[in-house]
């Protein structure tokens, strides 16, 4: 079973900052499955990024993906308010799907 | 538009059984998977499995397997999620989410979420 790791546990930004969540898969993974999601509280989580780096429709360009194997990135540019957020990576190959615990970006 | 509509939160005691529906509509489904997520209260998205509306063809996640039964309904494009006797672990708000099938493309639909609460 893929374990998938985030860290940090809290990232404490302020707005226009950039911010870089990791997320750490226990064995090599297939990119083409690697998801980011964004929740905000009450709320369904949402697709950010898909197949590792592809954007999915209506994200902003802000928000970029990165990583193989076992080292996945997602990156935030510049943060703006509505970005703070919880974010979870998610690995979805052979019909079986595992999330990482979460990185929650607060107000610094 | 392409949607994911869930019925409604749900209050049951211990011991009792429960149903819940997951409604596609706008789109095909027969290109489509339908998991279902646990998010316990605080906590984070938990994966228990993914069904074919087409053929109720089912995957299981193991920590889920023989605690839930997911079920579809192609003429009525829903799927189901249900337990044959609730514990108050089980409160928790669950989604149904879409997969495309064959591609890279997962979770860009959501329902809007079931919430459980099982409490005596």
């Known amino acids: 079973e893929i374990v998938l790791t985030q860290s940090p546990g809290t990232l404490s930004l302020a707005p226009g900052e950039r911010a870089t969540l990791s997320c750490r898969a226990s064995?090599?993974?297939?990119?083409?499955?690697l998801a980011w999601y964004q929740q905000k509280p009450g709320q369904a989580p949402r697709l950010l990024i898909y197949?590792?780096?592809s954007r999915a429709t209506g994200i902003p360009d802000r928000f970029s993906g990165s990583g193989s194997e076992t080292d996945f990135t997602l990156t935030i540019s510049r943060l703006e308010p509505e970005d703070f957020a919880v974010y979870y990576c998610?690995?979805?190959?052979?019909?079986?799907?595992?999330f990482g615990q979460g990185t929650k970006v607060e107000f610094k | 538009e392409e949607q994911l509509v869930q019925s409604g939160g749900e209050v049951r005691k211990p011991g009792e059984s429960l149903k819940i529906s997951c409604k596609a509509s706008?789109?095909?489904?027969?290109?489509?998977?339908i998991a279902w997520v646990r998010q316990m209260p605080g906590k984070g998205l938990e994966w228990m499995g993914i069904?074919?509306?087409?053929?109720?063809?089912?995957t299981y996640s193991p920590s889920f397997q023989g605690q839930v039964i997911m079920s579809a309904d192609k003429s009525t494009n829903t799927a189901y999620l249900e337990w044959s006797s609730l514990a108050a672990s089980d409160t928790a708000t669950y989604y149904c989410?879409?997969?495309?099938?064959?591609?890279?493309?997962?979770?860009?639909?959501w329902g809007q979420g079931t919430t459980v609460i099982v409490s005596s």
């Open positions: 998610q690995h979805y190959g052979n019909s079986r799907w595992t």
């Open positions: 989410v879409r997969h495309r099938r064959y591609t890279r493309l997962t979770g860009d639909v």
């Open positions: 064995q090599s993974v297939s990119s083409s499955y």
């Open positions: 706008g789109y095909n489904i027969a290109n489509y998977w």
């Open positions: 069904i074919y509306l087409r053929d109720s063809d089912t």
């Open positions: 197949g590792a780096s």
